[in-house]
């Protein structure tokens, strides 16, 4: 019943920045939990950076000083702020949300770095 609305995906030079959004097609009623995986080819899918409902923030080992989660002013939303990125980071970056019961997926979002 809920779509999560992915944008802000592109192509960057080494060093350079993104800003990620993820934004549900319909309210979630209430806040269980937000955030972002990402896959790169050949690679298992790996949650980069979480909001857990109780608002405590995760982050992968990598990301952890590059990278910025954050709830967004409407709706139950996310973004994550990436910067200094690195040819390693270039995957798909796909959304994840929970409801009360219920948890979501994107569809996905490219992420390309030039090396």
């Known amino acids: 019943q809920v779509q999560l609305v992915e944008s802000g995906g592109g192509s960057v030079q080494t060093g350079g920045s993104l800003t990620l959004s993820c934004v549900p097609s319909?309210?979630?009623?209430?806040?269980?939990?937000m955030g972002w995986y990402r896959q790169a080819p050949g690679k298992q899918r790996e949650l980069v950076a979480m909001?857990?409902?109780?608002?405590?923030?995760t982050y992968a080992d990598s990301v952890k000083d590059r990278f910025t989660i954050s709830k967004g002013g409407s709706q139950d939303s996310v973004t994550l702020h990436m910067e200094n990125l690195r040819p390693e980071d270039a995957a798909v970056y796909i959304c994840?949300?929970?409801?009360?019961?219920?948890?979501?997926w994107g569809r996905g979002t490219q992420v390309t770095v030039f090396s």
């Open positions: 994840n949300a929970h409801s009360q019961f219920y948890e979501y």
């Open positions: 319909k309210p979630l009623f209430g806040f269980y939990g």
């Open positions: 909001i857990a409902g109780s608002g405590a923030i």
